[in-house]
């Protein structure tokens, strides 16, 4: 399905998409988003400069982010450049190859009968517990079999009492993205906790809305019941409402293969380069 107009759309969406949040700043054929630390984004090449990109480059533009409090981050198609991975390496980051997939035949997957499904809302009291499920879920991504519950140095379910302010992350940037229809979330709570969480972000190109679906996030003794999927079918539904092209990028093959049996097509390979102590595992 992949093909080269198809990826310039998605390039023209990366683009476009931290304009609203940030000052774009370019170091040489990069660009570099400063914004708030709520809500980072990554350098990207220009488009059709990927192959310019020097160490230098990658070394200006993470001094940038740093010296910004942001965390140092690139992030480009890998099919349109495969020597810039090399070229991020040398520079100290750690890269990751995700694979890139767009809805194509989007199948309705349906959550567990006992499992609801919430849009939520900016004036929402409980933004940052969901904030803090999602960093909950991407600090395990091992299967539930290997995280039992209550088990001893592992990763707690969420704080499902009721965290202190201090222990929440903060919720400006969320809120007013929400607020503005940039950011659209979806929780599943089960028994009346929050269980799942994941959102998708519209962006208008040229006239067509595009939208990326991003953080599909499950706590570890909940996964394999199919909730990441219900949840991301959710997501597709809604975003395709007003868009007509959703994507994501998956976070290994595996996923990738569940997304495929739920209607997505793997049309290229997202690339993301990090420090490797600032990587959150996925």
Same mark, same amino acid.
Do not use: K, W
């Given at each position: 399905? !992949?093909?080269?107009?198809?990826?310039?759309? #998605?390039e023209r969406y990366f683009s476009l998409a931290p304009l609203a949040d940030a000052q774009v700043r370019t170091v040489g054929p990069l660009q570099v988003p400063i914004g708030s630390p709520e809500w980072p984004y990554p350098a990207r090449p220009l488009p059709g400069r990927e192959g310019e990109v020097t160490l230098a480059d990658v070394r200006a533009a993470v001094a940038l982010q740093e010296q910004a409090g942001l965390p140092a981050a690139l992030e480009w198609l890998g099919d349109r450049c495969r020597g810039l991975a090399t070229v991020a390496r040398s520079a100290g980051l750690?890269?990751?190859?995700?694979?890139? *997939?767009?809805?194509?035949?989007?199948?309705?997957?349906?959550?567990?009968?006992?499992?609801?499904?919430?849009?939520?809302?900016?004036?929402?009291?409980?933004?940052?517990?969901?904030?803090?499920?999602?960093?909950?879920?991407?600090?395990?991504?091992?299967?539930?079999?290997?995280?039992?519950?209550?088990?001893?140095?592992?990763?707690?379910?969420?704080?499902?009492?009721?965290?202190?302010?201090? =222990? *929440?992350?903060?919720? =400006?940037?969320?809120?007013?993205?929400? /607020?503005?229809?940039? &950011?659209?979330?979806?929780? /599943?709570?089960?028994?009346?906790?929050?269980?799942? #969480?994941? !959102?998708?972000?519209?962006?208008?190109?040229?006239?067509?809305?595009?939208? =990326?679906?991003?953080?599909?996030?499950?706590?570890?003794?909940?996964?394999?019941?199919?909730?990441?999927?219900?949840?991301? !079918?959710?997501?597709?539904?809604?975003?395709?409402? &007003?868009?007509?092209?959703?994507?994501?990028?998956?976070?290994?093959?595996?996923?990738?293969?569940?997304? =495929?049996?739920?209607?997505?097509?793997?049309?290229?390979?997202?690339?993301? /380069?990090?420090?490797?102590?600032?990587?959150?595992?996925?």
């Open positions: 399905m !992949s093909s080269p107009r198809l990826l310039d759309r #998605i750690a890269v990751d190859e995700l694979p890139l *997939l767009v809805a194509d035949d989007p199948v309705e997957v349906l959550l567990p009968a006992e499992v609801r499904l919430y849009l939520v809302g900016a004036d929402d009291p409980r933004l940052g517990l969901y904030q803090r499920l999602a960093e909950l879920a991407f600090a395990n991504p091992r299967p539930a079999a290997t995280v039992p519950a209550g088990a001893g140095g592992g990763v707690p379910d969420v704080a499902l009492g009721d965290p202190g302010p201090g =222990e *929440l992350p903060p919720t =400006e940037a969320l809120r007013e993205r929400v /607020a503005s229809g940039r &950011t659209v979330m979806m929780v /599943a709570v089960d028994d009346g906790q929050p269980v799942a #969480i994941g !959102s998708h972000q519209p962006v208008d190109v040229d006239g067509t809305e595009v939208s =990326e679906v991003v953080g599909v996030a499950t706590l570890p003794r909940f996964r394999g019941r199919g909730l990441g999927a219900g949840l991301t !079918s959710a997501l597709v539904e809604h975003a395709r409402q &007003t868009a007509d092209l959703v994507f994501l990028s998956a976070g290994d093959d595996d996923v990738a293969r569940v997304y =495929e049996r739920a209607g997505f097509a793997r049309v290229g390979t997202s690339c993301l /380069a990090e420090r490797p102590a600032e990587r959150p595992p996925r």
